[in-house]
């Protein structure tokens, strides 16, 4: 199963808020895709992505693309 959560608001608290829940939905399994609109604005929204990115998911997928490859999506205003 791949899951996208796709960020598109611009205040930095929800940007950070979504990233961390993006954190928590690796414990479901499978693959995860993070679309985000705009650069990561916190240290603790750049840290989640690099997490991420360590556990192998894919932060700043294109969202064309990514959506082909979701089973469930995710999103975050």
Known sequence: MTILVI????????QSEAMRAA???TLRGGRLEVVVAGPLL???AERSAA?????GH????????A???ADA???WT
Do not use: I, S
Not at 7 to 14: A, I, N
Not at 51 to 55: G, H, I, N, S, V
Not at 58 to 65: C, I, Y
């Open 7 to 14: 960020v598109q608001t611009r205040d930095p608290h929800r």
């Open 23 to 25: 954190l928590g939905l």
């Open 42 to 44: 916190t240290p603790l």
């Open 51 to 55: 997490t991420l990115r360590a556990f």
């Open 58 to 65: 894919r932060v700043g997928a294109e969202l064309g693309d």
């Open 67 to 69: 959506l082909t490859r």
């Open 73 to 75: 999506v995710e999103v």
